[in-house]
């Protein structure tokens, strides 16, 4: 189906943005949370 390749882009595209800012986010969690390991 088109709409479902379509998802699939938009969805591959929030992770890689997601992947991107993964390491900003773990050392901001880190850093407000330093209990959680």
Same mark, same amino acid.
């Given at each position: 189906? $088109? #709409? %479902?390749? =379509? $998802?699939? @882009? $938009? &969805?591959? =595209? #929030? =992770?890689?943005?997601?992947? @991107?800012?993964? &390491? #900003?986010? $773990? %050392? =901001? %969690? !880190? !850093? %407000?949370y330093?209990? @959680? #390991?």
């Open positions: 189906e $088109f #709409k %479902s390749i =379509i $998802f699939y @882009r $938009f &969805l591959r =595209i #929030k =992770i890689r943005i997601a992947r @991107r800012n993964t &390491l #900003k986010t $773990f %050392s =901001i %969690s !880190q !850093q %407000s330093p209990y @959680r #390991k």
